[in-house]
Nanobody, 124 residues
Framework: QVHLVEPGGGLVQTGVSLGLTCAAS????????MAWFRQAPGKEREFVAA????????NYADSVKGRFTISRDNTKNTAYLQMNNLKPEDTAVYYC?????????????????WGQGTQVTVSS
């Protein structure tokens, strides 16, 4: 079992930046593609960003391109989501996800391991 813990989140104003962290247990982090998803109240969970095992390939949802950056540090078993120029529509619960021994994907049903989620609220 892969355990993902997501410290971070919080309440911020429009236009500011916030970083999220996803800490993974075990020694399998380096073989796992990682992703971030988010879910706003009353809406389906949506893809935000994904990153390959080595960090050499990334993909972003159109809604966050140019503002969010996904990264990882395999020596620390940690993935990150740097969110810049936050907007009220970014308000959601953010989840990190891992896909072991596989490449990155934008499909939530292809990720077997999930963090507990962290609330990000952006006010105007």
């Amino acid at each position: 079992q892969v355990h993902l813990v997501e410290p971070g989140g919080g309440l911020v104003q429009t236009g500011v930046s916030l970083g999220l962290t996803c800490a993974a247990s075990g020694r399998d982090f380096g073989t796992s593609a990682m992703a971030w998803f988010r879910q706003a109240p009353g809406k389906e969970r949506e893809f935000v960003a994904a990153i390959s095992r080595s960090g050499g390939w990334t993909n972003y949802a159109d809604s966050v391109k140019g503002r969010f950056t996904i990264s990882r540090d395999n020596t620390k078993n940690t993935a990150y989501l740097q969110m810049n120029n936050l907007k009220p529509e970014d308000t959601a619960v953010y989840y990190c996800a891992a896909r072991r021994n596989s490449g990155p994907s934008s499909r939530a049903d292809e990720y077997a391991y999930w963090g507990q989620g962290t609330q990000v609220t952006v006010s105007s």
